[in-house]
């Protein structure tokens, strides 16, 4: 009954990876990064998730301009949520690496299309502050339909009601 053996051998597996999953998940809610800027007179800390959770100045702070202070704070924002980024690429590195060693369901079943390959590539969101930004080639905008038609006028071009004579 090897067949038995080896679904058993499977389910333990998963059951393992999934206890690793939940142990990493619970480790990485606990993650902070904290980054400074303006010579240490603006310090902020992020969550795991890249959320502001704390900003500190410094008694100093007070010799910036409100635009300084505002670009000190988006600098140290960005430069904590990038540290707490990293810190959550290496506590997810085990599960990656475990997940690279497991057969591919391309693999395992004939004819099965390698959907990891198949995946979008998410690209990186813009750090440009809002009125900055300007949308490149690489940006994929979405499905452009050209076929469309306006309700209300195929409405009065089509509505002919019960009376018509095609009922």
């Known amino acids: 009954m090897r067949e038995a053996g080896d679904a058993a051998s499977i389910l333990e597996e998963f059951q393992q990876q999934m206890r690793a999953i939940a142990e990493a998940s619970r480790k990485r809610a606990q993650l902070t990064a904290s980054a400074s800027a303006a010579g240490g ?69 004939e004819g099965m299309p390698d959907l ?25 905008l979405g499905p452009e339909f050209r076929n469309s038609v306006d309700y209300d006028r195929w409405r009065a071009e089509n509505e002919r009601g019960a009376t018509n004579s095609g009922w």
């Open 41 to 109: 007179r603006v310090t902020v800390t992020v969550n795991a998730d890249g959320i502001v959770i704390a900003t500190r100045l410094s008694a100093d702070a007070g010799d910036l301009s409100h635009d300084e202070i505002g670009a000190a704070v988006t600098t140290a924002a960005q430069k904590a949520a990038a540290d707490v980024a990293q810190q959550t690429r290496e506590l997810m590195r085990p599960l990656r690496d475990e997940r690279a060693r497991m057969p591919k369901l391309s693999e395992l079943f």
């Open 116 to 140: 990891q390959a198949q995946a979008p590539t998410i690209p990186p969101a813009s750090l440009a502050p809002p009125k900055s930004r300007r949308v490149t080639e690489s940006v994929e």
